[in-house]
């Protein structure tokens, strides 16, 4: 079955403690990234990777590192947690990064992190 | 300004009634644009692109307007099953598939 995974879905930290989220995906997709979901905000990038080795910055970086050493994978890194990023978090793939109509996004189940 | 705003409702309505969502977008150049549905606490799913010409998925229809900057989703004969948060997406200018999301319009059928 085609599928994004996330893991964990649910995750309680405290301040500080240094954590990662893992994504992987099982269609060989090119282009993969995070994003955030606020009330009131709608979901906003973190990062993005068009191919492995290949990330850059989204609208909201601060505070979170990306790696993408394989295709399918692509971790969230969150180096000292603090309680403004207690965010649901997606991960989503498409086949490719040029940004045409054909090309859509397939999100994980969702990540739900709570950092005290 | 919100690069893609919508009115978060909610939209309470009874099945089988019509209701329309509009969408209104800030960047110009903006070539591609989508309506996801989300349902509380899950992922985003693809409902159906949107088309210069318009289109149509069963009881959904999908419009563009690029002079006024909006699109709409209109649905025809709610299902209770068609619960959920409708996300406007649009892609942005660049070359790279950012899309960018507006925060959700709420409907909600009641039998």
């Known amino acids: 079955e085609a599928q994004v995974t996330q893991n964990p879905r649910y995750l309680i930290t405290v301040t500080g403690k240094k954590l990662t989220v893992t994504c992987s995906q099982n269609m060989n997709h090119e282009y993969m990234s995070w994003y955030r979901q606020d009330p009131g905000l709608g979901l906003r990038q973190i990062y993005y990777s068009m191919n492995v080795e290949v990330t850059d910055k989204g609208d909201v970086p601060e505070g979170y590192k990306v790696s993408r050493k394989e295709k399918r994978n692509f971790p969230l890194i969150l180096e000292s947690p603090s309680p403004n990023q207690t965010s649901l978090y997606f991960c989503?793939?498409?086949?490719?990064?040029?940004?045409?109509?054909?090309?859509?996004?397939?999100f994980g189940p969702g990540t739900r992190l709570t950092v005290l | 300004r919100k690069e893609v705003e919508q009115d978060p409702g909610p939209f309470n309505v009874p099945e089988g009634a019509t209701v329309a969502f509009n969408c209104t977008y800030s960047n110009s150049a903006s070539q591609s644009f989508f309506w996801y549905r989300q349902d509380c606490r899950k992922e985003p799913k693809l409902l159906m692109s949107v088309y210069s010409s318009g289109n149509e998925d069963g009881r959904f229809t999908a419009q563009l307007n690029r002079a006024s900057q909006y699109i709409s989703l209109l649905i025809r004969d709610s299902k209770l099953s068609d619960s959920a948060t409708y996300l406007c997406v649009v892609n942005g200018a660049g070359g790279y598939n950012k899309l960018i999301f507006g925060a959700g319009t709420r409907l909600a059928v009641h039998p």
């Open positions: 989503a793939s498409s086949q490719r990064s040029s940004g045409t109509s054909t090309d859509t996004q397939y």
